[in-house]
């Protein structure tokens, strides 16, 4: 490969330069933050800089957002310290989605057999209910199926079905996810 003849083609960061050097320079570091450690001041945050995201959502410190504008939050996500969000594609997570500490999401990659290393980048779209344990990545256009679970440390570069447990690297199904329905009685008061 020739990196001296890289270039990003017909990507683009989709903000203008002064907001992505704000994000970077201002809106980053707050949200990282370890002595803001405030949820409602990451998402109020977030939101400015145009990310999509529903109430009851739960930002820990350390996390890390490549591109705000690039990002959609359903209602009650968690979001657990040093996950890494590096979306130069878009990063949909459904509600009730639980992305335990130092997850990586990684929507680009490049192209080893192009001469110049060309990037290619893909979206990330988790479904409801679903769970990323500890230090598990997940790869350029996965979609991680409605209540599937990533185990702690696994690494996925394809699509994992619904209610289903992936463990490894390359992750593989364990089992199915058996699901324990709430009724009245069994909520805790």
């Known amino acids: 490969m020739r990196l001296d003849q890289y270039s990003l083609g017909s990507y683009t960061p989709g903000a203008p330069y002064w907001k992505q050097m704000l994000w970077y320079f201002v809106g980053s570091l707050l949200v990282q933050s370890y002595y803001l450690p405030f949820s409602g001041f990451k998402v109020w945050l977030l939101r400015r800089f145009g990310a999509q995201i529903g109430r009851g959502v739960r930002?820990?410190?350390?996390?890390?957002?490549?591109?705000?504008w690039r990002l959609t939050l359903g209602d009650y996500v968690w979001i657990g310290e040093n996950a890494w969000l590096d979306n130069l594609a878009e990063i949909t997570i459904e509600s009730h989605v639980c992305?335990?500490?130092?997850?990586y999401l990684c929507t680009g990659n490049h192209d080893w057999n192009h001469p110049s290393f060309a990037l290619r980048t893909a979206t990330i779209y988790i479904q409801q209910g679903s769970w990323l344990a500890a230090r598990s990545v997940v790869g350029p256009g996965v979609t991680i199926g409605?209540?599937?679970?990533?185990?702690?440390?696994?690494?996925?570069?394809?699509?994992?079905?619904?209610?289903?447990?992936?463990?490894?690297?390359p992750a593989q199904p364990l089992k199915m996810r058996q699901q324990i329905s709430q009724t009245p009685s069994s909520v805790a008061k």
Do not use: W
């Open 99 to 103: 992305i335990s500490q130092d997850v």
């Open 146 to 169: 409605r209540g599937a679970i990533l185990a702690l440390g696994s690494v996925t570069g394809r699509s994992l079905e619904p209610m289903t447990i992936y463990a490894g690297n």
């Open 59 to 68: 930002i820990k410190p350390g996390v890390r957002v490549k591109f705000p």
